[in-house]
Nanobody, 125 residues
Framework: QVQLVESGGGLVQAGGSLRLSCAAS????????MAWFRQAPWKEREFVAG????????YSIDSVKGRFTISRDNAKNTVYLQMNSLKPEDTAVYYC??????????????????WGQGTQVTVSS
């Protein structure tokens, strides 16, 4: 399995931007569909955005469309989440995850076999 380490979280005012990064170990990064999930206090962990192995296809939830962009650089074994126009309701711990599926982008936690430790994003009003 691939090991994942997130970075880039922090405290930002509403309307601001952050860029999360997730670095993966190993030489098989390009074989994995990658995704970002988030978990707010007292809530279930939810899918935010996912990207295909080649980076040619992405999917995100409606609440972040037009504000968040997922991308990947397979040469650097890294996946990114650019977050713009942040809102207080985006406050959560953000996790990256890797899935071995060969078709589609899973939106369920069960589809992912490797997880990072998480990075805190706090948006103040």
């Amino acid at each position: 399995q691939v090991q994942l380490v997130e970075s880039g979280g922090g405290l930002v005012q509403a309307g601001g931007s952050l860029r999360l990064s997730c670095a993966a170990s190993g030489r098989t990064f390009s074989r994995y569909v990658m995704a970002w999930f988030r978990q707010a206090p007292w809530k279930e962990r939810e899918f935010v955005a996912g990207i295909s192995r080649s980076g040619g296809s992405t999917y995100s939830i409606d609440s972040v469309k037009g504000r968040f962009t997922i991308s990947r650089d397979n040469a650097k074994n890294t996946v990114y989440l650019q977050m713009n126009s942040l809102k207080p309701e985006d406050t959560a711990v953000y996790y990256c995850a890797a899935s071995p599926v060969t078709l589609g982008i899973p939106t369920s936690r069960r589809g992912y076999i490797s997880w990072g430790q998480g990075t805190q994003v706090t948006v103040s009003s």
